[in-house]
């Protein structure tokens, strides 16, 4: 079977205010890209992943005018792709959902929450993720109130065969200094962006373990925003909200793996894998980075899992055909990244 994370840059911008596909000369969210450019683009990528589950990180926005799960389905149907249901979790308000688009025939799949409703103060149980977690931030001995702008997409899923699983999709808030006055203030909001961001982490870490104790098979991916060598205040802290989620302190049979995640953070003098690729205005180049993760339990890493990153200069499968290169290019800001497991 074969799971993929993708973040699609604004999503929604190809869809009318009705949900109605825009496929037509309008300039999308990206540079000099026209909508029917971008959709073309995405069903060529989708179509050439050959998923079985896309968990898609920005997808179309939902609201009482259009629904994520239509335009995702209206998408799937316009590009004949077998991942032609789709599934979302909580909406948020910031016009960019977390959903998965699957093959029926290969996988079914429910929205399934779990964790306290608010934070109770229970041992066992983390607080839902469309509630709030209570840390200290700024270690002044009075905790904040830490909430998801973007709710984790926890999923029960299993397949034809019976093996059962859990997918959890994950887009974790930027720590983009917005709206900086000066040089000061941007530290300041880089700062507290990234103690929110490991926070999530850690909360969301929390939610792992209990899996992991439970015997759960587990998957977990999507944008995390953070990566080795993203901001200048990564040594600050210590560690990395990927590092966290990922347990490299804990026990072997407590830690997630992935292993793009090993060789990245590992700093070594070879070249690290790089998921998405954005244009820097100020310094006319661009800016590559890891973003874009597919974490597995100790009992799917058994399986020998095979990931990939669906990169248009660094997988020499996607450089060598010229249409999934340019589409991969033309599509998102970032690029795909599968795992393929014998569940």
């Known amino acids: 079977m074969r799971i993929a994370t993708y973040n699609i840059e604004w999503f929604t911008n190809l869809y009318d205010r009705d949900g109605e596909l825009l496929e037509d000369g309008g300039w999308s969210a990206r540079y000099n890209v026209t909508r029917a450019d971008q959709l073309t683009a995405l069903g060529i990528v989708f179509t050439a992943m050959d998923a079985d589950a896309v968990m898609i990180i920005e997808a179309p926005d939902n ?13 799937a149907t316009r590009y004949e792709l077998r991942t032609r249901k789709a599934l979302l979790g909580y909406e948020n308000g910031t016009q960019q959902e977390i959903a998965l688009l699957y093959d029926p025939d290969r996988l079914s799949v429910r929205h399934d929450p779990i964790g306290v409703s608010g934070n109770s103060g229970s041992q066992f149980a983390a607080p839902r993720f469309d509630t709030s977690y209570r840390i200290d931030l700024d270690i002044d001995a009075t905790p904040e109130h830490v909430r998801f702008s973007k709710p984790p997409l926890e999923i029960a899923a299993n397949t034809p065969g019976g093996r059962v699983f859990r997918m959890i999709g994950v887009h974790v808030k930027s720590k983009a200094p917005h709206g900086a006055r000066n040089d000061e203030h941007a530290r300041r909001i880089a700062i507290e962006a990234r103690r929110k961001q490991l926070a999530q982490c850690i909360w969301l870490r929390e939610r792992v373990v209990e899996h992991l104790e439970a015997g759960d098979s587990l998957i977990v991916m999507g944008d995390f ?25 804990a026990p072997e049979n407590q830690q997630l793996h992935d292993p793009h995640a090993r060789v990245a953070f590992a700093k070594k003098l070879a070249a690290a894998p790089v998921s998405a690729r954005f244009y820097l205005d100020d310094q006319g180049r661009y800016f590559s980075a890891l973003l874009d993760y597919i974490m597995v339990s100790p009992d799917l890493c058994a399986l020998d899992p095979k990931w990939r990153i669906w990169h248009p200069f660094d997988d020499p499968d996607c450089y060598r055909v010229p249409e999934l290169r340019e589409a991969l290019l033309t599509a998102s800001d970032h690029f795909p990244v599968t795992v393929d497991l014998a569940l």
């Open 63 to 75: 609201n009482r005018r259009h629904k994520t799960v239509d335009m995702l389905e209206a998408f």
């Open 225 to 249: 925003n953070d990566g080795p060598g993203l901001d200048e205040y990564e040594k600050l802290f210590g560690r990395s909200g990927v590092e966290i989620v990922l347990g490299w302190d």
